[in-house]
């Protein structure tokens, strides 16, 4: 194991924070993996998985068997970490620019697609490292002028020329679910049935570039920038990547964290990253891949305290009560019923909420939505 600790911009005179990677294996070996936890850095089941992670691998290369490179990121936002107001984390955004850590990553398809398209020729696996070398180069150019940019490049940086990238959340309160791209669902969906994942939200792309969707979303989209130009050199998925949602944000145990932890080194033994006497099987879906355009956001219309009548985890038909938001002013209740069938997979932890606000979600089975599908 190799410990890499990047420094970040510091934004103040006497004071600077650091990102840690840890790299196992070795490059260019075989296949890239790479692993980061609580880029939202209140989000810390993540990052206890990573620390079960961190002793798996470790036993792992000192036996051999590793036939690859992994990289991991523990805590992929030092930032956010550090965030504290009234004694409340707040990892989510940062305070200067109140900007989401896991947005605005850069379009990579863009950025490469001038450098590249004169020089991808006819084998697939060489325009892959074309693609690859074009984007760390851009990555590197890039000079940051704040320390949320250098942390975005520093996680670019180790991130770019992975095969799968797996970006460890969790919910306010929620069964395990699964994020990823429409292209990478095929390469993807044995890890989300390892994970016994209760809700896939899969998508074109969800909007607002998230870093997951920032590196594997600028493979298909560079895909099809060349082939609207009349390139028809071949370019494959060369990244595929997921946001994992391991549950609710108290969530946090040994139990969860090891069994999370094993289930990703399944995976990778799976598809031969990890050497093993005998692949293990694939456990059977827990629940079908659904459109992220068919998850239905429940808002409340007024304040109130919310009295929830649906756990996580339920499935909901039309019309069944998920809430009621109780004003006791005004003595009135306001019901909050599904508006499509399908699991009822994340709610919000606080129990008072004001009008407009989020109540849950629930995985429906028909897109009906358009536009940007993350919320802030």
Known sequence: MQRIDHPL??????????LTSFHFGKPGSGRKIYIQASLHAEELPGMLVAHHLRALFEASEATGQ?????????????????????????????????????????????????VVIKQLGDDALANVGLVRRAMGDYIRRWTPATELQSMRRTLLLLAHDADFMLDLHCDCEG??????????????????????????????SSGNRPIDECLSGAWWQLAERLQAKGCSAPLTQGCCSTTIELRGELDVSHAWAAADAQAI?????????????????????????????????????????????????QMLAIGD????????????????????????????????ITAGGEVGKIAGTLAFRSGDLLGA
Not at 9 to 18: I, V
Not at 86 to 104: A, V
Not at 272 to 278: D, E, I
Not at 327 to 351: L, M
Request: proline share 8%; net charge negative.
């Open 265 to 313: 080194v399944g995976w990778l033994q799976f598809i031969g990253v990890l050497a093993c006497q005998q692949p293990p099987q694939v456990p059977a879906a827990l629940c079908p891949a659904t459109p992220l355009a068919g998850s239905e956001t429940l808002c409340a219309t007024s304040p109130g305290v919310v009295v929830f009548a649906a756990e996580v985890g």
């Open 175 to 204: 069964v395990l679910h699964f994020y990823t791209e429409e292209a990478c669902w095929p390469q993807m969906q044995e890890l989300a049935h390892f994970l016994g994942a209760r809700a896939i939200l899969l998508a074109k």
């Open 66 to 114: 590793i036939l690859g490179e992994v990289v991991l990121v523990p805590v992929a936002n030092p930032i956010g970490l550090a965030q504290r107001l009234d004694h409340k984390p707040m990892g989510r955004f940062e305070l200067d620019t109140s900007e989401n850590f896991n947005r605005h990553y850069p379009d990579l398809a863009a950025a490469v697609e001038s």
């Open 321 to 352: 009560l998920v809430a009621e938001i109780i004003d006791p002013i005004a003595n009135t209740r306001q019901r909050i019923a599904a508006g499509v069938a399908g699991v009822f997979y994340a709610r919000i932890r606080d129990r008072y």
């Open 9 to 18: 911009l510091s934004p103040s005179l006497g004071s600077h924070k650091t």
